[in-house]
């Protein structure tokens, strides 16, 4: 019996440090309290998604857990923070639906086109850029918000842009977009990890001179931490977020856009980014033009 | 298919580095196994103890967990040699235990009476040891250690996910940017890991085929 004591203690322990390491203890992690617009049994014609979606009286989105102020979930916490929760919460608004009859899916870079065409997730909202190879195996309305490629770097580094990282060790995420970008037009060395916080440790001990990937996820880890990290240098690429579909149900799209400009025009779009990414100081930028369905 | 041409030599370039992470780890992991094994069957009471406890920790911890250790806990005391040394020290630990087993059992393996007999016929130790008991157990050892290396091989593709750009890293940049060409990509890259292991079992099987017993 005094083993097994030993052993809670020291599981209690353990537990304690990983809440500790958890809690990133700032405002660009904590819930947002907005109510959005849920509309009253919302009107589809029958057999399409949206149809099925309000009819379950659930939806499954995906979203990121590890970038503050975009998708972040706090361990302990219950729901995702950030811009695209938020967003998530408007488009199942439309829906009829409840934030809480959303159940929030964990994806990450590399299987965000799987979940959307095996079903495992009905939306993916995790800064999920607009490209022309993806929209051939996925759906993908938007642009709900536009941004670029920035640098992370320690504050006391002598980093002012990309220029300066010829030969430098930088990390982004493994499969990402922006590790391709950064290897192609800058030739530096890339050093791929699952996560961007995994990056941002690496940077804070110095195995690694950089991170980089879009700004906005950069300028909320630079806002947990303003003494140690800072973002640096002008956006070297546009990154335009969409939100994914399937490409079984081509008719989401209109659904999705729809919706996204009702939020642009009765100002919930702006409430979401104020309560989010606006934290780090960030002016509310003007609404993106959305591309057309097909 | 044109995803695998258009982009050779990135992929080259990444299986070039898990060439490199995989010899560099397997000579870590062949020095440090054999002292192990060496240790584990000495007449010395402490280095058995030491070679006992050394194996009993690395080998049931896994793989990932000594990575992590090694990636945020040696820099955490100052230790910061770089993602290269870092993950080929984790990697080389962790195999060496396996070498180590797979030596000892060799060793074991020979029947004492083998021995007896050589020093019966007046054989003096040193020439039992090279001329009767390690020969055996050099053969006996082949297959299971040609197994741990190719086990290696494919272990090094989870320095993809910290910080080394070798060919599981290369396979999900192209994922990422080929969304349509998925199956080409998964096929391209599984073929380069076939033909690395293909050789190290060539390798064994050459070396098995040449201290064979011939019966007559």
């Given at each position: 019996?005094?083993?097994?004591?030993?052993?809670?203690?020291?599981?209690?322990?353990?537990l304690?440090?990983?809440?500790a390491?958890g809690?990133?203890?700032?405002?660009?992690?904590?819930?947002?309290?907005?109510?959005?617009?849920?509309?009253?049994?919302?009107?589809?014609?029958?057999?399409?998604?949206?149809?099925?979606?309000a009819?379950?009286?659930?939806?499954?989105?995906?979203?990121k857990?590890?970038?503050?102020g975009?998708?972040?979930?706090?361990?302990?916490?219950?729901?995702?923070?950030?811009?695209?929760?938020?967003?998530?919460?408007?488009?199942a608004?439309q829906?009829g639906?409840?934030?809480?009859?959303?159940?929030?899916?964990?994806?990450?870079?590399?299987?965000?086109?799987?979940?959307?065409?095996?079903?495992?997730?009905?939306f993916?909202?995790?800064?999920?850029?607009?490209?022309?190879?993806?929209r051939?195996?996925?759906?993908?309305?938007?642009?709900?918000y536009?941004?670029g490629?920035?640098?992370?770097?320690a504050a006391?580094?002598?980093?002012?842009?990309?220029?300066?990282?010829?030969?430098?060790?930088?990390?982004?995420?493994?499969?990402?977009?922006?590790?391709?970008?950064?290897?192609e037009?800058y030739?530096?060395?890339?050093a791929?990890?699952?996560?961007?916080?995994?990056?941002?440790?690496?940077?804070k001990n110095?195995s690694?001179?950089?991170?980089t990937?879009?700004?906005?996820?950069?300028l909320g880890?630079?806002?947990?931490?303003?003494?140690?990290?800072?973002?640096?240098?002008?956006?070297?690429?546009?990154?335009?977020?969409?939100?994914?579909?399937?490409?079984?149900s081509?008719?989401?799209?209109?659904?999705?856009?729809?919706?996204?400009?009702?939020?642009?025009?009765?100002?919930?779009?702006?409430?979401?980014?104020?309560?989010?990414l606006?934290?780090?100081g960030?002016?509310?930028?003007?609404?993106?033009?959305?591309?057309?369905?097909? | 298919?044109?995803?695998?041409?258009?982009?050779?030599?990135?992929?080259?370039?990444?299986?070039?580095?898990?060439?490199?992470?995989?010899?560099?780890?397997?000579a870590?992991?062949?020095?440090?196994?054999?002292?192990v094994?060496?240790?584990?069957?000495?007449?010395?009471?402490?280095?058995?103890g030491?070679?006992?406890?050394?194996?009993?920790?690395?080998?049931n911890?896994?793989?990932?967990?000594l990575?992590?250790?090694a990636?945020?806990?040696m820099?955490?005391?100052?230790?910061?040699?770089g993602?290269?040394?870092?993950?080929t020290?984790?990697?080389?630990?962790?195999?060496?235990?396996?070498?180590?087993?797979?030596?000892?059992?060799?060793?074991?393996g020979?029947?004492?009476?083998q021995?007896?007999a050589?020093?019966?016929?007046?054989?003096?130790?040193?020439?039992?040891?090279?001329?009767?008991v390690l020969?055996q157990?050099?053969?006996?050892?082949?297959?299971?250690?040609?197994?741990?290396?190719?086990?290696?091989?494919?272990?090094?593709?989870?320095?993809?996910?910290?910080?080394?750009?070798?060919?599981?890293?290369?396979?999900?940049?192209?994922?990422?940017?080929?969304?349509t060409?998925r199956?080409?990509?998964?096929?391209?890259?599984?073929?380069?890991?076939?033909?690395?292991?293909?050789?190290?079992?060539?390798?064994?099987?050459?070396?098995?085929?040449?201290?064979?017993v011939?019966?007559?």
């Open positions: 019996m005094k083993i097994s004591t030993r052993f809670a203690a020291l599981g209690a322990a353990a304690l440090t990983l809440a390491c809690d990133a203890g700032d405002d660009t992690t904590e819930a947002a309290d907005n109510d959005y617009e849920v509309v009253d049994s919302p009107e589809f014609d029958a057999g399409t998604r949206m149809a099925e979606i009819e379950a009286g659930k939806v499954k989105i995906g979203v857990f590890d970038q503050p975009i998708g972040f979930k706090a361990a302990g916490s219950d729901e995702p923070t950030g811009f695209d929760p938020e967003m998530g919460k408007i488009l608004g829906l639906l409840e934030p809480k009859d959303i159940e929030w899916v964990e994806t990450i870079s590399d299987n965000r086109e799987p979940f959307l065409q095996n079903g495992t997730v009905d993916v909202l995790a800064s999920y850029s607009i490209t022309d190879e993806r051939q195996v996925v759906g993908q309305a938007g642009p709900y536009l941004t490629q920035q640098l992370l770097v006391d580094s002598d980093i002012k842009g990309p220029e300066d990282l010829k030969g430098q060790k930088v990390c982004s995420v493994t499969g990402s977009t922006p590790i391709k970008t950064i290897e037009k030739d530096v060395t890339p791929g990890f699952d996560t961007y916080s995994e990056c941002v440790e690496q940077l110095g690694v001179d950089a991170v990937t879009d700004g906005s996820i950069l880890y630079a806002a947990q931490d303003p003494d140690a990290l800072k973002v640096v240098g002008e956006p070297f690429s546009e990154e335009r977020y969409g939100i994914g579909y399937s490409k079984d081509p008719e989401l799209c209109t659904f999705i856009n729809d919706s996204l400009t009702k939020a642009f025009e009765d100002g919930s779009w702006e409430d979401a980014f104020d309560a989010t606006g934290k780090s960030n002016e509310v930028p003007e609404a993106p033009k959305l591309d057309a369905c097909a | 298919m044109d995803v695998l041409v258009d982009n050779a030599s990135l992929i080259l370039d990444g299986f070039w580095k898990t060439l490199q992470l995989t010899v560099v780890s397997g870590y992991a062949l020095v440090i196994g054999v002292l094994a060496i240790a584990r069957v000495s007449p010395v009471g402490i280095l058995r030491f070679g006992t406890v050394y194996v009993t920790l690395f080998r911890t896994p793989l990932l967990i990575i992590i250790i990636y945020y806990g820099p955490d005391i100052g230790i910061n040699p993602f290269f040394p870092l993950i020290i984790a990697m080389g630990i962790y195999t060496s235990t396996f070498i180590a087993e797979a030596l000892r059992s060799g060793i074991n020979v029947p004492v009476g021995a007896e050589a020093r019966a016929i007046g054989m003096p130790f040193g020439m039992t040891m090279t001329q009767v020969p157990a050099g053969r006996l050892i082949v297959p299971p250690v040609a197994s741990v290396l190719i086990a290696l091989v494919k272990n090094t593709s989870l320095a993809g996910a910290f910080g080394i750009a070798e060919a599981t890293f290369r396979m999900r940049g192209l994922l990422n940017d080929h969304a060409d199956w080409w990509i998964f096929f391209g890259i599984g073929l380069g890991y076939v033909v690395i292991v293909e050789v190290i079992s060539l390798v064994a099987y050459l070396i098995e085929r040449r201290w064979k011939v019966s007559r």
